[in-house]
Structure formats: C-alpha cells, structure tokens
C-alpha cells in the first residue's frame, strides 16, 4: 500500500516570503498522479496543484510550484510570496492509477500559519 | 451554483441514532467519493461510486451504507451513531475513472460536520 509522509506538521511564513513544504511517498509504481490540497479554516478542500508522474516538468500554478524528485519519491510545494489567505492545512495525496479506481492517499497534513 | 454540494453542513446527535448526509454535483461527473476527516485532521476514503456502481469500499463498519440513486448523488447514510463517527465527512467527485487523461482529480464538498453526542 502506498503511503504519504508529511514531516513537517506546522510550520510558519513571515508575509511576502517564501516557504517550502515537504511530501515523501512510498510506491512500486511508474505511473500515478500527485497533489496539494489546501484546507482554510473554512474547512473546504482546496485543489492546488496536480503532478503527473509520467512529466518531467514541476507543475506550476500561479505563487505554487512544486519540485517533483521522481527517483527520490519526493514531492515539496513551494509557495512565493506568502499571503495571509495562504493559512492553512495542506495536505499531500497520491493517487495510484495502477487499478483505474482513483484511490487517493493523504498525508497526515501540515499546517501553515503566514505571520503579517 | 456551488459544484458539489453536502447536506447539512452540521449535524448533532444522540448515540444509536439513524442520520443521512447528502450529496450532489451539478459538473456532470461519472465518479462520486466519501471520506472521513478525523480530529487529528486525517482523512481517509471511505466510498467511492462510478456511474452508480460502487467501485471502492474501504474497511469500513457495514453502519455505513452509500446510495447512489443517479451518478449527481451519492448519500451517506449511517445507523446505530456511535461517539467515533464523530468526524467531518467530504464528498467529492471527479470527471471519471484514471485513464491517465487527468480526468481522475478529485473536487471536494464543503464538508459536513457530525457530532455525535
């Protein structure tokens, strides 16, 4: 089964500055997709960012990027100029697409707080 | 015009009751999904439906029982409540099943949070 570590369980950003979250996963896998998911205090779930595996290029989304280490099974969000709004949980998932069922995986989440 | 949609957003009651928790989407998705978050904040799948047909069926106490009646719901319905259901379950839907044609992310509900007294 594959799992989803998440080291980092809070973490803190002083506004405009730059943060980097962590995500390791373990899997036997070539082909599957990863995700970032963020989670306000309004409790929503929020899609971030996706990853394809099969890509080479770390997907970009605006203030997020990730870097996408294949070989390492690492998976880290960056997000640039941090904003107040960006307070939050995030989560890390991966999804096997190994048996066409979409099952999703997710970290335990790391809560990221943006100090004015 | 909100895309996936939970009915109630809050929900309290007494052990050992019945209650249903409803969901609908208006994307047009084939594929429909349930998780629990705990108070630890973990979430884990619990359901998922494609086309009405249950494709996911996570180790999950047989109180809990999805309905699908067409593919823009699926209900959460849930017997005997006990102290541990206590949690805050999403529904989510995706455009279908993983062809590697990202069709496969997954777009969440607000949340419905069940306390269990």
């Known amino acids: 089964a594959q799992t989803v570590t998440q080291s980092q369980p809070e973490m803190s950003v002083q506004e405009a500055e730059t943060v980097t979250l962590s995500c390791t996963y373990d899997?036997?896998?070539?082909?599957?997709?990863l995700f970032w998911y963020k989670q306000p205090p309004s409790r929503q779930m929020i899609l971030v960012i996706r990853q394809e595996a099969y890509k080479q290029q770390n997907a970009t989304e605006n203030r997020f990027s990730v870097n996408f280490q294949k070989a390492a099974k690492s998976f880290s969000l960056k997000i640039s100029d941090s904003q107040l709004g960006d307070t939050a949980m995030y989560f890390c998932?991966?999804?096997?697409?190994?048996?066409?069922?979409?099952?999703?995986?997710f970290g335990a989440g790391t809560r990221l707080t943006v100090k004015p | 015009d909100t895309a996936v949609s939970q009915t109630p957003k809050y929900l309290v009651t007494q052990m050992g009751n019945d209650k249903s928790i409803k969901c609908e989407q208006n994307?047009?998705?084939?594929?429909m999904y349930w998780y629990k978050q705990d108070s630890k904040k973990f979430l884990k799948i619990m359901f998922s439906?494609?086309?009405?047909?249950?494709?996911i069926n996570e180790t999950v106490p047989n109180r809990f029982s999805p309905k699908s009646p067409d593919k823009a719901h699926l209900n959460l319905h849930i017997n005997s409540l006990e102290l541990g259901d206590s949690a805050v379950y999403f529904c989510a839907s995706s455009p279908s099943l993983g062809r590697g044609l990202g069709t496969e992310t997954q777009y969440f509900g607000p949340g419905t949070r069940l306390l269990v007294l």
């Open positions: 439906y494609n086309n009405k047909e249950l494709i």
């Open positions: 899997t036997s896998e070539n082909n599957y997709y």
């Open positions: 998932a991966f999804m096997s697409l190994r048996y066409n069922n979409n099952d999703m995986r």
């Open positions: 994307l047009g998705h084939d594929t």
